[in-house]
């Protein structure tokens, strides 16, 4: 029984590895963003309760739920974008979508981070708000 479920399992994740372009440093690195922004964003919410995606700040399974639907949907799209790449002849594409989806998980573990207190440098800050595009109450953007 051991052997049939290693070997399904084994099957499973060569496929999932060959449809998505192989697993290289980006693809391991997308994995580790995604991990840790799913864990500092259930620590903001069941030990700080100051999650911003719940009435009260606390756990809810439905929010946590709709997270790890983001991030299977995250890894579509990587999909859909190394499938692009094999269509086009192009080997360009799949990496785009995993940087930006990297970018975007390092944001939101920043976000994290200073929920739950920790301080944060002055650079982080900035980086953030260029990346969110947020603008200052003149209008300019804040750098």
Same mark, same amino acid.
């Given at each position: 029984?051991?052997?049939? +479920?290693l070997?399904?399992?084994?099957?499973? /994740?060569?496929?999932?590895?060959?449809?998505?372009?192989?697993?290289?440093?980006? !693809? %391991?690195t997308?994995? +580790? #963003?995604?991990? +840790?922004?799913?864990? %500092?964003?259930?620590?903001?919410?069941?030990?700080?309760?100051?999650?911003?995606?719940?009435?009260?700040?606390?756990? =809810?399974?439905?929010?946590?739920?709709?997270?790890? #639907?983001?991030? #299977?949907?995250?890894?579509?799209?990587?999909?859909?974008?190394?499938?692009?790449? !094999?269509?086009?002849?192009? #080997?360009?594409?799949?990496?785009?979508?995993?940087?930006?989806?990297?970018?975007?998980?390092?944001?939101?573990? +920043?976000?994290?981070? /200073?929920? !739950?207190?920790?301080?944060?440098?002055?650079?982080? !800050?900035?980086?953030?708000?260029?990346?969110? /595009?947020e603008?200052? =109450?003149?209008?300019?953007?804040?750098?």
């Open positions: 029984m051991k052997t049939t +479920i070997a399904i399992a084994g099957t499973v /994740g060569s496929y999932i590895s060959y449809i998505i372009g192989g697993w290289d440093s980006a !693809m %391991t997308l994995a +580790i #963003c995604m991990v +840790i922004d799913y864990i %500092t964003g259930f620590a903001v919410a069941a030990v700080f309760h100051k999650s911003p995606k719940s009435a009260n700040g606390a756990l =809810e399974s439905r929010v946590g739920f709709k997270g790890l #639907c983001r991030k #299977c949907t995250v890894l579509l799209m990587v999909l859909i974008a190394n499938r692009l790449d !094999m269509a086009l002849g192009v #080997c360009f594409i799949k990496d785009g979508v995993v940087t930006a989806y990297v970018l975007n998980d390092c944001v939101s573990i +920043i976000e994290n981070v /200073g929920l !739950m207190g920790v301080p944060m440098p002055g650079v982080l !800050m900035n980086a953030i708000d260029m990346l969110r /595009g603008k200052d =109450e003149q209008g300019i953007q804040k750098y």
